[in-house]
């Protein structure tokens, strides 16, 4: 079992800045990438971000593209996404997410991002 802790989110303007943050613990060293999704009213959760343990190779979606970066700590066992130039439509609930040995997947309890206009 994985349990993930994320902290971070909260109100900003468009055109600023966020970071959030998620801290994995349990069984962590089975754990091969971690990611970031979002959910707004009426919407399916969608993937913003993902990276690989073991690489650090990441994958975004367009809309995020050059504006959000993840990253990942060894030595925590976290994952960040650093949200820049956030615009209107960036606003949700973002979840931290991962696998365990591809087989099982974990998430946290979810961190509320709004960003007015």
């Known amino acids: 079992q994985v349990r993930l802790v994320e902290s971070g989110g909260g109100l900003a303007q468009a055109g600023g800045s966020v970071r959030l943050s998620c801290e994995a613990s349990?069984?962590?060293?089975?754990?091969?990438?971690m990611g970031w999704y979002r959910q707004t009213p009426g919407k399916q959760r969608e993937l913003v971000a993902s990276?690989?343990?073991?690489?650090?190779?990441?994958n975004y979606a367009d809309s995020v593209q050059d504006r959000f970066t993840i990253s990942f700590d060894n030595d925590k066992y976290a994952v960040y996404l650093q949200m820049n130039r956030l615009k209107p439509e960036d606003t949700g609930v973002y979840y931290c997410?991962?696998?365990?040995?591809?087989?099982?997947?974990?998430w946290g309890q979810g961190t509320q991002v709004t960003v007015s206009s």
């Open positions: 349990g069984a962590i060293y089975g754990i091969n990438e």
């Open positions: 990276i690989t343990v073991v690489g650090g190779s990441t």
């Open positions: 997410n991962c696998d365990l040995n591809r087989r099982y997947y974990y």
